[in-house]
């Protein structure tokens, strides 16, 4: 069955070593080997104007499934149980033409504007005094990236004066004369979006951009000098990727709290080149963290600077397709990202899987219902159980090679430990296509207790997809027992596993 779905070539990449008998795979854990704290907005989300996401996804008035605001309940419920704590809007691509005076006040006397990052027509129903409700609705945080695109300083500094300002201005009375007396705090801005693509409207170079950007900053943090600014980082990874996020580390030092990375990934059809992908995260994770430590060291500077990776998801471009129909082995693709930020949880405290709803998205709405996609259980794990502590861990795992990485591990892992509930997390991803891996995990301080949860996301057939006809790939859930020094664990081929223990 799987050789069918793989072909027959992959089984020559795989170079790592098995062991006939005994454990293919180690694991060496110690909950007080701490890389950080596992910051939960890394479990967050994205909603941008483009496809159904927005209309139709969100906001489908007159729907019987949707409420008095025409938001859908039911993909409410769906967001809700995801766990998001933040959520992005209003692009992505959109946000570098979009103007927001044209969202607020009576809707009848909104604009329909011709919208050039999607080749349609934005009809301003939904602005930011509907996002704002709808994250209520949620419960998640707001996090607005404004226009640097087509926008000006002022348009981006009367936007934070509309959101954060008490009565008795200009913008803020604007909001309260829409019916919002008080301020809504909005903390998280974002400082454009993808400027360095020249699809963008409003392309520049770093320079450009960075001068841009440090103006605009200003102002908004002199609405309010609580906000929190996210720069507008790589977003394709060409020779000169490291250079664009030094010039704007170098610029906007002094102003930002985050610098944003973007990373899409698809399938051509191999499926370990497909699995290799996330070594790519780990990679631009890394390099930034060592930029933005380099400009704090040269410039003394004592704030922490974070990464924001505020948009990644799997996109097979090949296909151009805004809805994708989400497989099984997207889910452990998404699961490998997951595990990225968790070991790099010191230095990535935001992450987006971009998007939510339809477009490139664990939740597929329709005017009869909604069903989820495989990648939502992948995510939804992480949010409802991986937090705490990410642990520096120890893994020994057979390897492979594959779209140029050498040395891939089959067993991608993570780990944390959650102090207050003291319950240690392993995530792991075993990539190998048809073998399972035999894992002794060590377990160096504490005890653990005699039984552990396992929620495991498999499914024989890599392709298969959720669907209104069914959802065959949602995670199982088991137990499995513990001695106080570890586990022996046999990872299922292609599958993600979550193991929860319980620490004495
Ligand atoms: O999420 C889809 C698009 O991908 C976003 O608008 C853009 O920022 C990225 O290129």
């Known amino acids: 069955m799987i050789m069918r779905v793989l072909g027959v070539s992959l089984m020559l990449l795989a170079v790592g070593a098995f062991s006939a008998a005994g454990q293919d795979a180690t694991i060496k854990i110690d909950i007080e080997r701490t890389i950080g704290a596992i910051d939960p907005m890394i479990y967050g989300g994205f909603i941008e104007h483009m496809g159904r996401c927005i209309y139709g996804g969100i906001y489908d008035p007159g729907n019987p499934l949707s409420d008095e605001d025409g938001f859908r309940k039911d993909t409410l419920q769906a967001v809700r149980d995801l766990q998001m704590p933040i959520i992005r809007w209003p692009g992505g691509n959109f946000s570098s033409g979009y103007h927001w005076m044209d969202g607020i006040g009576p809707r009848e006397k909104r604009p329909a504007r011709v919208e050039l990052a999607w080749g349609s027509v934005e009809s301003n129903q939904i602005g930011t005094d509907e996002y704002l409700a709808w994250c209520r609705k949620v419960g998640t945080e707001p996090y607005i990236c404004v226009n640097l695109g087509t926008g000006s300083w002022e348009e981006a500094r009367a936007w934070v004066e509309y959101c954060n300002r008490p009565k008795g201005t200009y913008y803020a009375d604007l909001r309260v004369q829409n019916g919002h007396e008080e301020p809504y705090g909005v903390k998280y801005w974002g400082l454009g979006n993808e400027i360095d693509g020249p699809w963008q409207m409003g392309y520049k170079n770093a320079e450009d951009y960075s001068k841009f950007a440090l103006e605009a900053a200003k102002l908004m943090k002199w609405m309010d000098n609580k906000i929190q600014l996210i720069a507008s980082g790589s977003s394709h990874f060409g020779a000169d990727w490291m250079e664009w996020n030094r010039t704007v580390l170098e610029t906007l030092r002094d102003q930002i709290d985050f610098i944003s990375l973007h990373t899409y990934v698809g399938s051509r059809g191999n ?191 890599l392709k298969a997809a959720n669907s209104f006809d069914g959802a065959p790939v949602q995670p199982v859930e088991k137990t499995t027992s513990c001695q106080a020094d570890g586990l022996t664990y046999t990872f299922p081929p292609h599958s993600f596993s979550l193991i929860v223990a319980e620490v004495e």
Request: charged letters at 20%; a negative charge.
């Open 271 to 461: 499926y370990l080149e497909f699995m290799a992908q996330p070594v790519n995260v780990d990679r631009r994770i890394e390099r930034t963290a060592a930029l933005i430590e380099e400009t704090r060291l040269r410039h003394n500077i004592q704030k922490p600077i974070y990464i924001a990776f505020d948009e990644y998801n799997v996109w097979h471009r090949a296909n151009a397709q805004f809805e994708v129909p989400y497989v099984f082995e997207d889910a452990l693709v998404v699961a490998g990202f997951l595990n990225s930020f968790v070991r790099h949880a010191d230095s990535v405290k935001m992450a987006n899987m971009a998007q939510v709803v339809n477009v490139l998205a664990p939740i597929h709405v329709e005017e009869r219902g909604l069903y989820l996609h495989t990648i939502y259980f992948a995510l939804q794990l992480f949010a409802r159980h991986c937090h705490g502590n990410a642990l520096d861990i120890f893994v020994k795992s057979p390897t492979f090679d594959a779209a140029g990485f050498k040395g891939v591990p089959y067993l991608d892992v993570s780990a944390a430990y959650d102090p207050a509930k003291k319950q240690l997390v392993i995530a792991a991803v075993n990539r190998h296509p048809e073998q399972a891996l035999s894992t002794r995990i060590v377990n160096q301080t504490g005890a653990l207790k005699d039984q552990a949860k396992v929620y495991e996301l498999f499914h024989e057939d």
